[in-house]
C-alpha cells in the first residue's frame, strides 16, 4: 500500500463549509468609529472616557447609549479566551499556598559537620 503524496478524493469535498482556523493568537479590537473620534475631540475628551461619559447619560438616547456601550465594551473587558488561562491560574494559587507557614524552610547549615575547622 502507497503511503503519503497525493491520493486521489482525499481532503474536503466541494460544496462543503470548510474554513482554515485563523491565528487567535492576537485579538484584534475594532478601531473606533471616525465620527465617535470626532465627537470626543469636539469635547477635548479621550475617545474611551467620551463613550462611558454617554453610556452613563440618563438622559441620552437609548440606541445611543446602546452603541457607545458596544464600543466601549472591548477596552473596559477581556474576551472569555483572554488573559492568563487555567494553567497560569493553577500555577499562581499553587505558589500563593507554597509561600508562609506551608512554605519550603531554609535548607540545613553545613556547619561543623565536617569535623574540624577549614
Known amino acids: 500500500m502507497a503511503r503519503g503524496g497525493y491520493r486521489p478524493g482525499s481532503g474536503p469535498k466541494k460544496g462543503t463549509k470548510y474554513k482554515k482556523r485563523c491565528d487567535k493568537s492576537k485579538p484584534k479590537r475594532p478601531s ?3 465620527d465617535i ?12 472616557d467620551y463613550m462611558l461619559k454617554i453610556m452613563r447619560d440618563p438622559k441620552s438616547d437609548d440606541a445611543r447609549r446602546d452603541r457607545m456601550a458596544s464600543w466601549a465594551a472591548p477596552y473596559c473587558h477581556a474576551r472569555k ?24 524552610g531554609a535548607p540545613p547549615q553545613l556547619k561543623g559537620i565536617m569535623g574540624g575547622k577549614r
Not at 37 to 48: C, D, G, K, S
Not at 81 to 104: L, N, S, Y
Open 37 to 48: 473620534q470626532a465627537e470626543a475631540a469636539a469635547a477635548n475628551m479621550a475617545p474611551l
Open 81 to 104: 479566551g483572554e488573559g492568563a488561562g487555567k494553567k497560569q491560574d493553577k500555577d499562581d494559587r499553587a505558589k500563593a499556598a507554597g509561600k508562609g507557614k506551608f512554605g519550603a
Open 32 to 34: 473606533i468609529p471616525a
